[in-house]
T-cell receptor, first 112, second 113 residues
Framework: EAQVTQNPRYLITVTGKKLTVTCSQN?????MSWYRQDPGLGLRQIYY???????DKGDVPEGYKVSRKEKRNFPLILESPSPNQTSLYFC???????????FGNGTRLTVT | GDSVTQMEGPVTLSEEAFLTINCTYT??????LFWYVQYPGEGLQLLLK?????DKGSNKGFEATYRKETTSFHLEKGSVQVSDSAVYFC????????????FGGGTRVLVKP
């Protein structure tokens, strides 16, 4: 089954404790990206990758890092999480524009 | 920059009622337009899309027409069901920034039996 898999689904952590949210896709997509969803703001792009070893900032990259060492994986790293990073995070992948994005089921992160 | 504005919810309807969710956009060039749906506890799923002016996207009884003159992409369904209860997002996509989608704020729809 074609899918984007994120882990964990839920995560509660404390300020400053490094964490990684994993994302994997099995569709051989070149494009992968991370979004955060906040009430009333819709989804905003954090980082994206157009292929292996090619990543770039989206609209809200502050406080986040990513890496793309393999085509299927695109982890999101929060080196020193803060409470304003409490949000619902989605990983997505796609073929080139204008192909639709395929989304994972989300990771709900709470930073206390 | 690009932006998408959609009506705020929640929208509460009775089963078999007509649904309209307004969506307007601001963008340079000729974006592709999408409606995504998010059911509780799940990720976003593509509902329908239109890639050029006057295109009509349709799926599962939902329709939306790409209106360049009014920069709109309103979502409609003639007879909603309880299973249509979800959050609906209008989005546009430009050929840049990793196939980035620019989303509206989302509209929660609740259909009551």
């Amino acid at each position: 089954e074609a899918q984007v898999t994120q882990n964990p689904r839920y995560l509660i952590t404390v300020t400053g404790k490094k964490l990684t949210v994993t994302c994997s896709q099995n569709m051989n997509h070149e494009y992968m990206s991370w979004y955060r969803q906040d009430p009333g703001l819709g989804l905003r792009q954090i980082y994206y990758s157009m292929n292996v070893e090619v990543t770039d900032k989206g609209d809200v990259p502050e406080g986040y890092k990513v890496s793309r060492k393999e085509k299927r994986n695109f982890p999101l790293i929060l080196e020193s999480p803060s409470p304003n990073q409490t949000s619902l995070y989605f990983c997505a992948s796609s073929l080139p524009h204008p192909s639709p994005l395929h989304f994972g089921n989300g990771t709900r992160l709470t930073v206390t | 920059g690009d932006s998408v504005t959609q009506m705020e919810g929640p929208v509460t309807l009775s089963e078999e009622a007509f649904l309209t969710i307004n969506c307007t956009y601001t963008a340079t060039g000729y974006p592709s337009l999408f409606w995504y749906v998010q059911y509780p506890g799940e990720g976003l799923q593509l509902l329908l899309k239109a890639t050029k002016a006057d295109d009509k996207g349709s799926n599962k009884g939902f329709e939306a027409t790409y209106r360049k003159e009014t920069t709109s992409f309103h979502l409609e369904k003639g007879s909603v069901q309880v299973s249509d209860s979800a959050v609906y997002f209008c989005a546009l996509n430009q050929k840049a920034a990793g196939n980035k989608l620019t989303f509206g704020g989302g509209t929660r729809v609740l259909v009551k039996p």
